[in-house]
Nanobody
Framework: QVHLVESGGGLVQAGGSLRLSCAAS??????????MGWFRQAPGKEREFVAA????????YYADSVKGRFTISADNAKNTVYLQMNSLKPEDTAVYYC?????????????????WGQGTQVTVSS
């Protein structure tokens, strides 16, 4: 069983920053996956893609809405993925989830991901 645990959410004013972390582990074996992604879901809205990274080589992918403000990175040794969020806006308010994928394909498609974390709340006040 794969476990993904997000942390780092909270309440921040518009223009502020937060850094989310996603620690990955697997019961009884070494965790491995093809890539990791961050998604978010605001109340009354569908879950949407935010950013993703490929473990090997570190290729990154971003939603247009966060390009230039958010940065995804990974620490392979710690099996941890980070999402640095700068210049936050009230519309960034959502529960943020990390997820793991096991083959190539669209990074923005939530159906491509097999395991999901429990989510961490990010609230940006105006």
């Amino acid at each position: 069983q794969v476990h993904l645990v997000e942390s780092g959410g909270g309440l921040v004013q518009a223009g502020g920053s937060l850094r989310l972390s996603c620690a990955a582990s697997a019961s009884g074996r070494t965790f491995s996956s093809y890539g990791m992604g961050w998604f978010r879901q605001a109340p009354g809205k569908e879950r949407e893609f935010v950013a993703a990274i490929k473990w090997s080589g570190g290729s990154t992918y971003y939603a247009d809405s966060v390009k230039g403000r958010f940065t995804i990175s990974a620490d392979n040794a710690k099996n941890t993925v980070y999402l640095q969020m700068n210049s936050l806006k009230p519309e960034d308010t959502a529960v943020y989830y990390c997820a793991s994928k096991y083959y190539s394909g669209s990074y923005s498609d939530a159906n491509q991901y097999k395991y999901w974390g429990q989510g961490t709340q990010v609230t940006v006040s105006s």
